[in-house]
């Protein structure tokens, strides 16, 4: 601190800023001239009131007086200010210093204790004890006045009966990981130092940072910790301890502070309500759909209006549910859905079995699912039947794609809607792992207890097993096709020189030599749909003759047979177009070369005759397919009936010398239908005659009579079993031979029969005691019975089930089994719309859950009644598995682990 003794040269004393200088950091601003003037009128005041003091009475017992204030240029000060500013270093004008002046008020102290009576000139700021020892010696003290020296010994004295402050020393934050841990060391070829754990066994070395060395403690040594602080009491660093007393710390405080939040509302601002209007509502709509990818149509669909409808109905506004709370209760609504078919499968309207349909499919994001669907006959009245089908099943698979797991995935369907003790027939396509999965299937099936219990004969795989007839039809004609056509499948992704390398062998070809129509159909067609302006170009050609509804030409695929059909089909539709837009586009080609490969295209008058001869051919097949792809009425009793004909048009095709061409290919698909014909014939489903319609009447036309007579004697075999079984704890029933049922006389034209009392001439001869079942199977099969007109078969066997009760028992099973897997294909249609590429993440349970969902909402109801339609989406590709060993499955929730691992499987 600079003195007036400082300045004796005439020279300012250069000195650093008082943030550089105020090494106790207690904002002392003060400059040293100013502060010195301070202190010495301080001590000028001080012995002015030492001497008015003096001049008062002495007294015994001392009176308060109030302070007397002193004008200073500093400002007003009493007394009892500046003695506490020389005793306790306290005062109102300057807090700081004070502070800082006691604090070296101590240490001069110490210094006085060991000899030094009175301190020389006082340099420290005002406070200290020695300030009063600087009062001028013209000051003479009296009796009463007390002297500098005294003054200083009280002060001497107030300082020794205080004892010194001892600072503790600062302890090392990090005592706790040195006591834990040994020294940071460099390890390996990295310079990064590493600490070991003398806890651990063996040597557990860990990165030497503060942070992760805690996070070890407090995951695998927080007892031994913990005990090590209590008893060294060091405060606890551990990343838990830690957070706690922060927040206890913020919880404190912000109970400490006294606020009015806990009784203030805020205030919602008014919300703007816009007045609706048609305009308004057209504007959000037309939003929503183009942000959301909606297909313009959207706003038409009835679920769109019926949304519309009930938030129209709110009075407090509509509360939009988030994504978690939707995707929670679609898979709540899934459950309940299956709960109530589960229900309904085991009530008495479902008396008959549940035959089901599976298939595997990939979607576009490599996800194998396995699809399965129940159908059954439901007796909603015991005369109104109804033919019922629903998607059961929608399992991911992604693990090995065996037989084994496909036949455990099923098993587990059918155990969740408890039917086991009901399964009929199982439709499937004929790869060779589905084999394999009807085996464990049935397995399973046979040692399930619950079926079991209900005493049903054993379920073998090898007679409930239904071959897709719509596969069988696939492969014959993929081998009539794959036979006459040599030609690579392109598509418009296939590169130049694939497509390039095709054409090629096409142009040299001489005209002298038959040239591949269908591989010439299928480079023009890719050619065609190459690019955006060749697309138009063909419609600008159709456009230019009139036609208000230009079409494009259609590219097969490899994997589905009607669509080879179908694109030459719509080829020979457009062949008055072709050969134009053939020259136009190759006048856009730069060299000769490519125009003349180009032109070679143009498909000449003979080869569309050959066109029409091969779709003559395939035509077969397609009105074949057609007869029995529908799920709204049964099909399988048209399903050899459909086979046989094919079988019998192609083989007479193979005999003309008109389709000499076509004999190898011909001959190829007959193959194909002979070797899975041979193993249907081990199941007697086909067998079964109950369409009133045909009976046995095909058999009577299609076979020879020695065929017949067996197929009758089967169907025999099958009844007396099936009767034998209803009637085994009941006595047979009466025969009446001069009987008539009132279905009979309701149904009759004759007059005759118009009056109750008029007698009824017997309508069989009187049936065999030993055989009663006879009269029933007799009554039917040669009874002349005939649907009415756009009478369903399932509905013709719910009026007359009760004159024929047996049969009504077979039709209830018999009834429900699928010629094809047709209702799992749709299934796939349906989910490849759902896992689309802004959808490629969705997990297994909401995958099942909306497809299962959606057939549910199709049709309002639980379950499904598919419209008879039987052409298949030529743009969707279908992948069959055909033990690709590049599939994988999934293992459904709740599959018995029993299975994996030393089964059994009956052959």
């Known amino acids: 601190m600079a003195t007036p003794s400082d300045t004796s040269l005439g020279k300012r004393v250069r000195r650093a800023s008082f943030r550089l200088g105020d090494a106790d950091n207690d904002a002392n601003v003060e400059l040293p001239s100013l502060q010195a003037a301070r202190e010495e009128s301080l001590l000028q005041q001080a012995a002015a009131l030492a001497a008015k003091a003096s001049s008062l009475p002495t007294s015994t017992t001392p009176r308060s007086r109030p302070p007397s204030p002193t004008s200073t240029r500093l400002g007003s000060v009493t007394l009892e200010e500046v003695e506490d500013e020389d005793t306790d270093g306290g005062s109102a004008t300057d807090a700081s210093t004070a502070t800082t002046a006691s604090r070296r008020k101590k240490r001069k102290t110490s210094k006085r204790k060991k000899g030094s009576a009175t301190p020389a000139t006082t340099s420290g700021p005002v406070g200290t004890a020695a300030s009063a020892a600087a009062v001028p010696a013209t000051t003479q003290p009296t009796a009463a006045q007390p002297t500098p020296q005294s003054t200083t010994a009280l002060h001497e004295s107030d300082s020794e009966s205080e004892p010194d402050a001892v600072v503790a020393p600062k302890r090392n934050r990090t005592e706790d990981l040195d006591t834990f841990f040994n020294t940071a060391q460099a390890r390996g070829p990295t310079t990064k130092k590493s600490r070991r754990c003398k806890l651990c066994p063996g040597e557990k070395y860990l990165t030497a940072e503060v942070t992760t060395l805690r996070r070890y403690l407090e995951a695998h040594h927080v007892r031994p910790y913990d005990k090590w602080c209590e008893r060294t009491g060091f405060t606890t660093m ?528 009187a049936p065999n005691a030993d055989k009663p079942w006879l009269w029933e199977f007799n009554r039917y099969i040669d009874g002349d019975d005939r649907l009415e007109h756009e009478q369903g078969v399932v509905a013709w066997w719910g009026l007359h089930s009760h004159v024929l009760p047996t049969w009504a028992s077979l039709a209830r099973d018999y009834l429900a089994i699928m010629a094809s897997s047709v209702s799992s294909e749709r299934a796939f249609s349906q989910a490849g719309i759902t896992i689309s590429k802004r959808r490629n993440r969705l997990k297994a349970d909401i995958v099942e859950a909306l497809q299962i969902l959606k057939s549910v909402l199709n049709t309002g109801l639980i379950f499904r009644e598919h419209d008879a339609t039987v052409d298949w989406e030529f743009e969707n590709e279908l992948e069959e598995d055909d033990n690709d060993p590049a599939w994988v499955d999934v293992d459904a929730d709740g599959s018995d682990r029993e299975d994996d691992d030393g089964m059994v499987i009956d052959d």
């Open 238 to 765: 551990l990343p838990k301890a830690v957070r706690a007393r922060k927040d206890a710390a913020s919880n404190a405080a912000a109970n400490a502070q006294q606020t009015l939040n806990g009784h203030l509302v805020p205030i919602q601002p008014a919300p703007n309500v816009v007045k609706y209007s048609d305009a308004l509502f057209q504007q959000a709509a037309e939003e929503w759909l183009i942000m959301t990818n909606q297909p313009i149509d959207a706003l038409s669909h009835p679920k769109f209006h019926e949304l519309i409808e009930v938030a129209a109905r709110a009075t407090d506004g509509v509360k939009i549910p988030e994504r978690r709370a939707v995707r929670e209760n679609i898979i709540r609504r899934f459950q309940q859905n299956v709960a109530e078919l589960r229900k309904r499968f085991n009530s008495d309207k479902v008396r008959g079995e549940i035959s089901l349909t599976c298939d595997a499919w990939q979607a576009g994001n490599r996800d194998a699912y396995l699809a399965v669907t129940a159908h059954w006959i439901e007796e909603v009245t015991p005369t109104d039947w109804r033919l019922r089908s629903a998607l059961v099943g929608f399992t991911q698979m992604n693990t090995a794609h065996d037989g084994a797991r496909l036949g455990r995935a099923m098993y587990n369907v059918a155990k969740r809607y408890g039917i086991t003790h009901k399964i009929g027939w199982i439709t499937c396509d004929n790869a060779s792992n589905n084999n394999t999965m009807l085996k464990w299937f049935g397995t399973k099936l046979n040692q399930n207890k619950h079926r079991r219990n209900a005493k049903v004969p054993k379920w073998k795989h090898s007679e409930r097993h239904i071959r897709c007839l719509a596969h069988i039809i696939n492969l014959a004609t993929q081998a009539v096709i794959a036979t006459h056509s040599k030609t690579p499948h392109l598509n418009t992704e296939s590169s130049p020189t694939d497509v390039d390398t095709a054409l090629d062998d096409l142009a040299d070809i001489s005209t002298a030599y038959d040239r591949d129509e269908t591989g010439l159909i299928r480079i023009i067609t890719v050619k065609a749909r190459s690019s955006a302006k060749r697309t138009e170009l063909l419609k600008q050609l159709q456009e230019k003759e009139g036609v208000k509804v230009p079409l494009n030409l259609i590219l097969d695929m490899k994997v589905r047979w009607s669509s080879t059909f179908a694109m030459l089909k719509r080829a020979l539709d457009l062949r008055e177009y072709l050969t134009d837009f053939i020259f136009k586009i190759s006048m856009e080609e730069p060299s000769p070369e490519k125009q003349r490969a180009l032109r070679e295209l143009c498909v000449t008058p003979a080869e569309w005759d050959q066109v029409k001869e091969f779709l003559r051919i395939l035509k077969y097949a397609d009105d074949a397919q057609h007869s029995f792809s529908t799920e709204t009425d049964p099909a399988l009793s048209h399903a050899l009936p459909a086979l046989e004909k094919l079988h019998k048009t192609w083989s007479a095709i193979a005999k003309k010398q008109k389709y000499e061409r076509y004999h190898d290919a011909v001959n190829a698909g007959l193959n194909k239908i002979s070797t899975y014909y041979n193993k249907a014939s081990s199941v007697d489903a086909y067998s079964v005659f109950l369409d009133p319609n045909l009976k046995t009447l095909h058999f009577k036309k299609a076979w020879a009579n020695d065929l017949e007579l067996p197929a009758r004697d089967l169907m025999l075999k099958i009844f007396t079993e099936r009767w034998k079984s209803l009637n085994a704890t009941s006595p047979a029933p009466r025969p009446m031979a001069h009987a008539r049922s009132q279905l009979d006389i309701d149904m009759s034209d004759d007059d005759e029969f118009s009056t109750p009392n008029t007698p009824s001439p017997p309508l069989v001869p």
